[in-house]
Structures are given as structure tokens and as C-alpha cells.
């Protein structure tokens, strides 16, 4: 089908703009013929779900338990290259608002310290406990790969062996207007968004970043926002490994039926990331005998995949959720818009449908105040201010 016919049969054609220069409409033609226009045509909905069940995490105790076993396996396996980190940094943090990428948000007191600059000591904490560097990709998107690599150079790495680290860009998906009409940012510019967290990697293995590591077996991915992350945390990795599982997930105990973070659960028997949004109240507030939430163990982005598991299950359909978003863009008359209601939906798949896809996984439980500290709002919860609290409960200097 040509790019005309295309366009026409899915309502596009307002896309087409023949007074631009021909390099620069050629360029964007070609851009235009790339889109899936299938998937711009789902709307919001809530994904079917099978069977759910709760699933009984590793709890603390039994961590505290086997700790000996667990940290010996995961010190080898780290010791030994097998496991890299992923570094999630390719979001747009819309809620926080800050000006430029969020690791470089400066959360310091008395000195500078930047998001990624404490994500890094945590990593260096594990090297030093394993005695090797452990890769480290960070993902960016195409609107901040530019000033997130300058901002690694400038502070050079913040210590860590620059010949450890590799930048990876995400890929982008287009946003459309509630008619499902490709919204456009200027002439010739189709407003792009990151397509999410979910498609981290097909855009590592897109990348090759793996070429230069060929020992790894274990890729440990986290979200830039939490800055009490323990990057290839030994134990964590001792753990999954010993359990034959195939992804392991770092869960904490909700702190409430009301916290608004997904929740391990089985559903149809396998392992399963559920949306808070998914669960009924009654399974929200269901309690064991013990007080403790039945669907209890809150994800906190931090999962250990298994390459070899990643590589089977990189082309299977991950499902893509359609978000209302206020989007800026260009109307008909030209003018630029930046609507003060949502206008729009934004196309994004999420790394928490990989757990489902793995087939198997053990949920790890950590300390809450010791390993979640989100950066996710200006002020009140998951903001700055209660991340500060929490670094300084831990003994880091801001
Ligand atoms: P969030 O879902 O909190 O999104 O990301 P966000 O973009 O940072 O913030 P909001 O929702 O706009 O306020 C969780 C993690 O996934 C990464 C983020 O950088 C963060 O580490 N992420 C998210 C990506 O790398 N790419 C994306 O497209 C989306």
C-alpha cells in the first residue's frame, strides 16, 4: 500500500504536506510510512485478565535465613560478569516537571547530588562487595539522550569506569488526538513520545551494547527515580538465580490497600504484574490471618531477567496501553497549543507485562525504608522531600 492510500484509509490524511522542501518531506514521508496505524486505532482499555491469585513472596525472614547461600552464589555471578544493570532513564517525568532529564534533578542539601550520581554510589557499593564493575545501559529517549550522555561526561561518571557504561535510546511512538488523528508538533513533525519502559529490550538488542559483554548472562533493570535502588544486588541475584526462576522482582509490602503501586499476584498460575487500578476493593483490602494484605507484595521496579529468558520472549505481543495525556501541538491555523486538558492518548507498553511473558518469577521481599525511596511528585508523597528523609534515615550525607 503507498503512503497516500495508507493515510486515506486510516483518516491520516491531514498528516500530508507537499510544500515542504522535498529532503525534508521525504525524510518525514518515510517517517509517516513507518507507523503502525493499527495500533493507533486501539482505544483505552482495561486488559482482560485471567484467574487471579495471590502469590507468597520470599519474606525477609527467610531471606535472613538462607542470606549465607543467597549472597555466595550472587557475589560469584556478579564477581563474574554474568549480571549488567539497566538503567531506566527514558521517561518524561511529567509529574515532577523538571527541567531536563530526572537523574540530573539535583537533590542535595549542602552539595550537589544528583539522581544519578547517588544511583551510581549504590552501584559501587555492589562492586565493592563483589569485587568486579558490573555493566551498566543506561536507556534514554530521543528527547534527552543528547544532554543525559553530556551529563554523564561532565561529572565523569560520577567515579565509575566510563568503559562500564553504554547508552542505549528508546524508541518512539506517535500520539493522537481523541479522533485518533496523528497529532503534529510543528510542520513535518509528528509529536513523539517514548514508547514506554517496556520495549527496553528490543532497544538494547537493537543497540548491541551486549557485543562488548559477552559474559552476561542476567540483566538487572531499575527505574532512575528510586534512589535507595540496589543495583545488582547480590543477595537478590544469589536468590533468583538458586530459585530456577526465570525473572526475579523486588517487592515491598504494600503500605496500604490504597498505595497506588502494582502488586505480584498469579493469574491463570503464572507470575503476573496487576495494576492497583485492577484490583477490586474487597482483593485490595483482603488480609491474611497474620494482618498481612493478601495481594501484599508491591512491585518497585527492580526485576532481574534471565538474557536467555529475554531472548524468547522479545518478539511475543507485548500489550500496549493507551494513556489520556495533555499533549502540546500544532492546530490547523498553525498556531502551538499547549491544551490545559488532556487532548489526547500516548502509546506505551510496560516492563511489568515482561514478568507475565518470563513464565516464572520470584518475588523478593526487601525493606521498605532500606530500598524504596521514588522520586515521583514535586512535594508530599514519593517527592524530593520524602526522599531526602529517607536517604538521611540511611545514613547518606545531602
Ligand atoms: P514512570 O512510569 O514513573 O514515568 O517511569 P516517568 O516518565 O518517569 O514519569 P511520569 O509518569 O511522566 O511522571 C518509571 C521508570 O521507567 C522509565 C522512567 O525513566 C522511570 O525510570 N521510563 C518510563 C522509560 O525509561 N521510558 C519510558 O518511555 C517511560
Redo the contacts with the bound molecule.
Sequence with gaps: MDLIEKLTKYGQTHLLDDTLPAAEREAYYRLLDSFDYELLRRRPSLPERGKIEPVEPVTQAEIARARAEYLAEGKRAVGSGEVAAVL?????????GADGP?GTVDIGITRPLYIFGQLIENLKGTCEVCGAFVPLFV?T?AENDEITRAFFKRHAFFGYPESFVRFFV?EMLPSVDFEGKILLQGRGKPVLS????GG?YRSLTKADVLRDFPAVRWLNVF???NVLQRIADPLFVGATLLSGCACGAKVVPKASPEERVGVLCLEDGLPSVIEYYELSPQMANARERDGRLTYGSGVI?NYLFSRSKLETIADKEIPVHIVKKKIPYMNERGEFIIPAEENGYKF?TLILDMVRLAGSCLPFEVVREREFAPI?NRTGKDSIESARALLEFNGVKL
Design positions: 531506566l532513564a527514558g521517561g518524561q517525568g511529567t509529574r515532577l530526572k536507556m529517549s528508546q517514548p514508547n514506554g519502559n527496553w527505574a532512575v527515580d521496579l506505551e515521583k
